[in-house]
């Protein structure tokens, strides 16, 4: 046991020390802040007036510019002039001295016009659709006091649609919200346990072709060596895991709880992170990681210099990347058959059912069977690797054939 001990406090440390350890875990926070903060200070930001639109009105119908500002867009100065001042402002709209746009309404033929004059048609195009709306709405009120109606039936004519949303499951969780965040989320496990699991398979390959793993094997039993160095390197994953969410939790709090954070166009909703979906996730990635690092090590023994890692872990990569491929489809049906079944495969496991939990409400037997059948698949897994990793660490100079395998494992 004290050679366990050993190993593993060793490898602990070794992956704790790395500069890949500490880049990468600077790397992630600062794009889980951008991802979080940033949006929010964009807004703020975007609340400071870009610059002034100046109207004329020949019609009457512009009493005040409160309407523009509200309705129309709060990011310019909405000024109104009066026709002497025309010239001027077309002057200062030619040199672009803080004036963006000008806004003609006019009347013709007991029609309104509205001309919006710009440097360029895209400098228009951010407020041209509401501004449209609102002058339309404008001249109709006009209108509607000419023909002196009383308030009742101006309320009749004017009424607008009103739009209800009936939702039948209320409180569930909604897709549009929830994708890009277990989208990332999910990522992010893909990418940690990829990480870890082929640094074992590294560092198994790397320490047979030194021949230090012949000196330590007169000094620690294989299995002791083998689950020494994925417990260590799997506690410094955990732990990297562990600093990465709570720091997203942190900025979270401090953000306003995770909601109405929009990036891009997407709005993100990151209040699905509850104790649940934390403890869930913590566990698919302990159960993840140890299933693809046992396969990994056992794949790391099978080569005799480090420069046949790649070759030899490519199916588990393959496996890995299929997982997170197989989560993402899953993403646009979260109760789809496809989703559901594939969630109670070992192999993919980890990913798809996280991806139901964050976007769904599987039942708690669900989520059970998926973390038990994990769980003992795992097992199995651990068993096969310390077998094949007992063969392979003594193989040099020849191809691990499975029939090679098979016959050395049965001898054990």
């Not at 609340?47 to 129309?72: A, M, R, S, W």
């Not at 999910?186 to 230090?212: C, P, Q």
């Not at 083998?226 to 401090?254: D, E, T, W, Y």
């Not at 993840?288 to 070759?311: D, M």
């Amino acid at each position: 046991m004290r050679q366990f001990g050993l190993v593993f406090t060793y490898s602990f440390m070794e992956r704790l020390r790395s500069k890949a350890f500490k880049i990468m875990t600077v790397i992630m926070i600062v794009l889980l802040a951008a991802l979080i903060i940033l949006p929010k200070f964009l807004s703020t930001a975007a609340e400071t007036t870009d610059g002034d639109i100046v109207i004329l009105d020949q019609t009457g119908i512009v009493h005040n510019t409160d309407g523009f500002k509200e309705q129309v867009s709060d990011s310019y100065t909405w000024r109104v002039i009066q026709g002497a001042d025309l010239a001027a402002e077309q002057a200062r709209l030619e040199k672009e001295d803080e004036v963006l746009g000008i806004v003609t309404i006019t009347e013709e033929n007991h029609q309104p016009v509205l001309t919006v004059t710009v440097n360029k048609k895209d400098d228009s195009s951010a407020y041209l659709g509401q501004l449209n709306y609102y002058v339309q709405n404008l001249y109709t009120m006009s209108q509607l006091e000419r023909l002196e109606l009383n308030q009742a039936d101006k309320e009749r004519v004017t009424a607008s649609l009103k739009v209800q949303i009936e939702e039948l499951k209320a409180g569930s969780k909604s897709i549009t919200t929830t994708y890009m965040p277990i989208y990332l989320i999910t990522f992010l496990l893909y990418f940690l346990i990829y990480l870890y699991g082929g640094n074992v398979a590294t560092s198994v390959s790397v320490e047979k072709g030194s021949r230090v793993k012949e000196i330590l094997i007169t000094k620690v039993k294989p299995t002791q060596l083998l689950f020494g160095k994925v417990l260590g390197v799997g506690l410094a994953g955990l732990l990297q895991f562990a600093i990465i969410i709570g720091a997203a939790c942190l900025m979270l709090s401090v953000n306003g709880g995770g909601t109405d954070i929009e990036l891009l166009g997407f709005q993100l909703d990151f209040t699905f992170l509850d104790v649940k979906t934390i403890v869930v996730l913590s566990i698919f990635f302990i159960l993840g990681y140890f299933f693809y690092a046992a396969l990994f090590a056992a794949a790391g023994s099978l080569v005799s210099r480090s420069e046949e890692i790649n070759q030899v872990t490519l199916p588990v990569s393959l496996l890995l990347m299929g997982a997170l491929v197989l989560a993402v489809f899953s993403m646009m049906n979260v109760d789809g058959s496809l989703a559901t079944i594939t969630s109670y495969i070992p192999f993919f496991t980890p990913f798809v059912m996280f991806a139901r939990v964050g976007m769904s409400d599987p039942s708690l037997m669900e989520i059970s069977v998926s973390i038990g059948i994990l769980l003992i698949t795992t097992l199995a897994a651990c068993w096969l690797s310390a077998k094949i990793y007992q063969i392979g660490v003594l193989l040099y100079g020849q191809k691990p054939s499975p029939k090679l395998i098979y016959k050395a494992m049965r001898s054990l």
